[in-house]
């Protein structure tokens, strides 16, 4: 069974920084792109950033590029989103998505998500 467990969400001030994780399991992790996507109060699914099987090449939206670092570990099945510099825009439910291949953004299984507000 394909299982999806994102944490590291919590309540952070404007500027803070956290580190999201999302461990993956029931699967052969490094044989996947993955991506993390949000959702904010009340609008629709943003891609955040992505990262291809062997993390080679990731990709960002503009809105987290430069703040925003995607990152895993193919060896303990993890994938990780270090965000810095974060703003009040950035609260939002954060999801880990598993992609149908290595290399393309075609989401079969995601996670609960976790919860990133940024306040002061």
């Known amino acids: 069974e394909v299982q999806l467990v994102e944490s590291g969400g919590g309540l952070v001030q404007p500027g803070g920084s956290l580190r999201l994780s999302c461990v993956a399991s029931g699967f052969t992790f490094s044989n996947y792109f993955m991506s993390w996507v949000r959702q904010a109060p009340g609008k629709g699914l943003e891609l955040v950033s992505s990262i291809i099987n062997n993390g080679g090449n990731t990709k960002y939206s503009d809105s987290v590029k430069g703040r925003f670092t995607i990152s895993r570990d193919n060896a303990k099945n993890t994938l990780y989103l270090q965000m810095n510099s974060l703003k009040p825009e950035d609260t939002a439910v954060y999801y880990c998505?598993?992609?149908?291949?290595?290399?393309?953004?075609?989401?079969?299984?995601w996670g609960q998500g976790t919860q990133v507000t940024v306040s002061s």
């Open positions: 998505a598993k992609s149908r291949g290595p290399s393309g953004p075609s989401y079969d299984y």
